[in-house]
């Protein structure tokens, strides 16, 4: 059975060989992350999800990356929302957020660890994201939530003024799935 598990996150092209299975994201798929700051929270998220994903006879992912748009989080302010694209995510330099998959086992249902590489802010670091994956009229959605130190890729700590954010953030997706 194909294997189909996602998670986010480098923008490779899926090269034109043919796939056992070639899947593409669909439309419903979000990335956000809750963000703690002195004195609360706050909830980025993001709906500008894309992607390609082709496995081949085995079910091993052999192209393709699930990819983020650095600058279309939105927490709800405006000025927030203005410093996190342009002072940390630094989005004019570094536009998506991905995740390569290539070589990961893909499922159809159930849980699973996958392994890729995820670049954020320009620089790639090797991953590990347990995964649940539901599957509901041929589409696959794929859920996750795990900690992420933005530090690990160069995001330096957010502050202003009196206000700091923890580098620790609490990132959700669900990618969804289909042929």
Do not use: W
Request: aromatic share 6%; glycine share 8%.
């Amino acid at each position: 059975m194909t294997r189909l598990v996602v998670f986010f996150l480098s923008a490779i092209a899926v090269t034109p060989v043919a796939h056992a299975t070639t899947y593409s994201v669909a439309s419903g798929s979000r990335v956000s992350f809750l963000a703690r700051i002195t004195g609360g929270t706050f909830t980025a998220t993001n709906d500008s999800v894309s992607g390609h994903l082709g496995t081949d006879a085995n079910g091993v992912v052999d192209a393709g990356a699930v990819v983020i748009k650095a600058d279309a989080f939105t927490t709800g302010i405006g000025m927030r929302d203005s410093h996190m694209r342009e002072k940390y995510l630094e989005s004019g330099k570094c536009p998506v957020i991905a995740l390569d998959l290539k070589g990961a086992k893909l499922v159809t249902s159930g849980e699973a660890e996958v392994e890729g590489t995820m670049e954020a802010h320009c620089v790639k670091k090797p991953v590990k994201v347990r995964v649940t994956v539901v599957e509901n009229d041929g589409v696959h959605t794929a859920t996750s939530t795990f900690p992420l130190d933005i530090t690990q890729f160069g995001i330096p700590q957010p502050k202003m003024a009196v206000v700091k954010m923890d580098t620790t953030v609490d990132v959700t997706v669900s990618i969804r799935f289909s042929r």
